[in-house]
């Protein structure tokens, strides 16, 4: 899988994480057409460049790492009501980010990254 076949898959994932933030209302907070994300999406850009993947990540409120680093892949999973109101909020992705990056430090042997 390619990077752009992981940015294509995780930014429908992380739009939807982010109170379901369409790709119009995206490509205006970033400056760029609707059509821009589209083709992200569709994995059809051949080189989205740094600065885009930034503004991105931060905009949907997760690390470029996460955005770009690993297909994320759709869980369901059991959680204390607090932390599941708090993934619900516009918090969530950046409650998510930290979570990953806390039980990869915690179980450093379990990041695919290091593979």
Do not use: C, F, W, Y
Request: hydrophobic share 45%; no cysteine.
């Amino acid at each position: 899988m390619t990077v752009n076949d992981v940015i294509s898959a995780n930014l429908r994932m992380l739009r939807e994480l982010r109170d379901r933030i369409g790709q119009l209302e995206l490509a205006a907070r970033v400056g760029v057409s609707r059509r821009t994300i589209a083709r992200l999406e569709n994995a059809e850009v051949a080189d989205p460049g740094i600065v885009l993947l930034s503004r991105i990540a931060a905009e949907l409120g997760v690390s470029l790492a996460l955005l770009t680093g690993h297909e994320l892949e759709p869980l369901t999973l059991p959680l204390p009501r607090d932390v599941r109101e708090r993934l619900k909020s516009p918090q969530g992705p950046e409650t998510l980010d930290a979570m990953i990056r806390a039980a990869r430090q915690t179980h450093p042997e379990a990041d695919p990254a290091d593979a």
